[in-house]
């Protein structure tokens, strides 16, 4: 049996835990692993509203998109420190992290538009607010906590910075949004619960364990947080990513799987290491290309095809799993060609919500399947290596209320200045990126059905 100093010199292990996931009594290397990815509106939410129907839902993320979307045109650099490229208020997905030993269960944003890993922690200094549904995790009760000095490179590497009285480093996160968050940068023993299955021997699932990961342990917190947790999955050095590539053999790959909207009772994935290889049949890859702000996953888009008319515009445009709906320069949104192409048995209706422009009144569930079929395919020819992402009317139309299809794709304004991917048009297609080669993959995929046939591994 490993012993405790074994335990802590381990960079990555697969560990069983007890009921309340406390010591450890076996290890098992891994190459990979996955966790649930849950949707704010999913029923394992806490954030899920039984009272709203499935087109409010809808309504509601066309909103989150319009926030999010104009939220870059608002970032800078202030003297408290660093404005954040995504506002507070809107997200999509939430993971668990159990945090500390014994270990804390925290639910957190999963935001791959952030770099910062941060939760509330004990004692908060946040006047007037309602207690976060989230756990408030107390350093004081973890054997394995610890500060980061302000001199450290972990330091250096996040946006304002400063040392405390005692040469801790302190950050201050500011978001567009007006909400602030600050604390002093730690390190910690993470813990992440892996599905699907378990270990040879073991009852339940298997736990990966990765000791040192450095987040920010917020005591003050100001302004319309809605969760008090996040987990930055971007590009930069102090994403959860770029720190398991650093302390671990998993390298920084990651990808997601996401269920479509109308699939209920259904999870999505979040893959590691190994497991965030993209192996299904017509994957397409491109390169990553350098954004304003480090966080961001950025592509460059050569041109887009609907049906068989090619519309040639080069753009840059942002992935982003946070963001339901699409934004793509005005050349590359011709609803013209979808309306020509979908034809005239589905009468066009005013739109219920900006900034969706081109909505149908399908009527009922088999005329739904045959305007399905009538919206042609919308292929997305990416730069650099001349490859093709194929947009399915799963990807590009939403039911915004009873039997109205919306296109969900919207141009790019002054308001919502950037180029984004959204989750919607990211549906069952398994989204894989490998910051160690700068690429980013994409492939058809049933996610539904994958989230419950990953390959176990070790």
Known sequence: MATASTCRTLLLAVVVLTAQLCGCTAYVGVDGFSVEFIHRDSVKSPYHDPALTAHDRVLAAVRRSTARAAAPARSYVGGEGAVSEVVSRPFEYLMAVNVGTPPTRMLAIADTGSDLVWFECAPRIAAARAAPLSAVFNPSSSSTFGHVGCNSGACHALYGTSCDASSNCQYHRSYGDGSKTSG?????????????????????????????????????????????????????????????????????????????????????????????AVTEPGAATTALVRS?????????????????????????????????????????????????????????????????????????????????????????????????????????????????????????????????????????????????????TFAPADCASSYNSLPVHG
């Open 184 to 276: 002093l940068l730690s390190t910690e023993t993470f813990t992440f619960e892996s599905i699907p299955g378990g270990c040879p021997g073991c009852r339940g699932h298997p736990y990966v364990l990765v000791p040192n990961l450095s987040f920010g342990c917020s005591t003050s917190t100001n302004g319309t947080f809605v969760v008090d947790a996040m987990v930055g999955l971007g590009a930069g050095n102090s994403s959860l990513i770029g720190q398991l590539g650093a302390h671990t053999s998993l390298g920084r790959r990651f990808s997601y799987c996401l269920v479509p909207y109308t699939v209920k009772n259904a999870s999505s994935a979040l893959n590691f290491g190994d497991r965030a």
């Open 292 to 440: 304003k702000f480090e966080a961001y996953y950025t592509v460059e888009l050569e041109s887009v095809r609907i049906g068989n008319a090619s519309i040639e515009h080069l753009s840059r445009v942002i992935v982003d799993s946070g963001t339901p709906l699409t934004f793509l320069d005005k050349a590359l949104v011709d609803p013209m060609e979808l309306t020509r192409r979908i034809g005239t048995g589905f009468p066009k209706v005013p739109s219920p919500q900006e900034p969706l422009q081109l909505c149908y009144d399908v009527g009922g569930p088999a005329r739904q399947y045959s305007f399905s079929k009538s919206v042609p395919d919308v292929t997305l020819y990416l730069a650099v290596f001349g490859e093709a992402v194929t947009l399915k009317a799963v990807n590009t139309f939403v039911e915004a209320q009873e039997g109205i299809m919306c296109l969900a794709v919207a141009p790019v304004t002054e308001k919502h200045p950037r180029s984004i991917l959204g989750n919607l048009a990211q549906q069952n297609m398994h989204v894989g990126y490998n910051l160690d080669k700068g690429t980013v």
